[in-house]
């Protein structure tokens, strides 16, 4: 059982590029969330998802899109990286049935935007 | 609007010293609150929730819906202790982070 598994671990871009971090859990997990991680700031919301083809904005959505085309899967998409965006990026699921569910976190997305 | 705040970016303590991390919520429903654990550079670790009313690694921590607080305790700290905790809230929805406490346990 992998949990939840995101790639790229580490990635370099300069201002302006684009890219996907990728996201994927193989629980069956109807919530899925990104999650960005600053010094001081703590864990903040950027998007997140309660099932296919559903999905809703966090505390800090711009710059960032996502999809949900898949239980399994949800991308996070960088349309034109800023400086602002180096952070670590952590995915996250869980089942939004019943009470007390655990949270699953990925290892983390180290990003630098350069 | 759902809020976690823990005021202590860094807590400092001696090894055996009796450890409190505060976590204070606002919600308007019956929240679920957790506490996660992150080792350097790791993923973050469920330590433990409210519901279940468990101790992990020592760790206790009590809902007090009137003060509205969810603080995490453990009377004599281990150095393998020191990591980043976070208190969680989980609403009808959204899953919302406390901005994180560094313990630090000096030896």
């Known amino acids: 059982n992998a949990g939840v598994t995101q790639t790229p671990k580490f990635q370099v871009l300069k201002t302006g590029q684009s890219m996907t971090l990728q996201c994927a859990q193989d629980?069956?997990?109807?919530?899925m969330s990104w999650y960005r991680q600053d010094p001081g700031m703590g864990l903040r919301l950027i998007h997140y998802?309660?099932?296919?083809?559903?999905?809703d904005q966090g505390e800090v959505p711009n710059g960032y899109n996502v999809s949900r085309s898949t239980t399994e899967d949800f991308p996070l998409r960088l349309l034109s990286a800023a400086p602002s965006q180096t952070s670590v990026y952590f995915c996250?699921?869980?089942?939004?049935?019943?009470?007390?569910?655990?949270?699953?976190f990925g290892e983390g997305s180290w990003l630098t935007v350069v | 609007a759902q809020r976690v705040t823990q005021p202590e970016k860094l807590l400092s303590v001696f090894k055996g010293a009796p450890v409190e991390l505060k976590c204070n919520y606002s919600?308007?429903?019956?929240?679920?609150l957790f506490w996660y654990v992150q080792y350097s550079r790791q993923r973050l670790q469920l330590l433990l929730r409210?519901?279940s009313r468990e101790s992990i690694k020592g760790f206790t921590a009590d809902l007090n819906k009137g003060e509205t607080s969810f603080h995490l305790k453990k009377p004599f700290a281990q150095e393998e202790d020191s990591a980043m905790y976070y208190c969680?809230?989980?609403?009808?929805?959204?899953?919302?982070f406390g901005t994180g406490t560094k313990l630090q346990v000096i030896p």
């Open positions: 998802s309660v099932g296919a083809g559903i999905t």
């Open positions: 969680a809230l989980m609403g009808y929805q959204k899953v919302t």
């Open positions: 409210h519901i």
């Open positions: 996250a699921s869980r089942p939004t049935q019943g009470i007390g569910n655990t949270i699953y």
């Open positions: 629980m069956n997990h109807e919530y």
């Open positions: 919600y308007s429903g019956s929240p679920e």
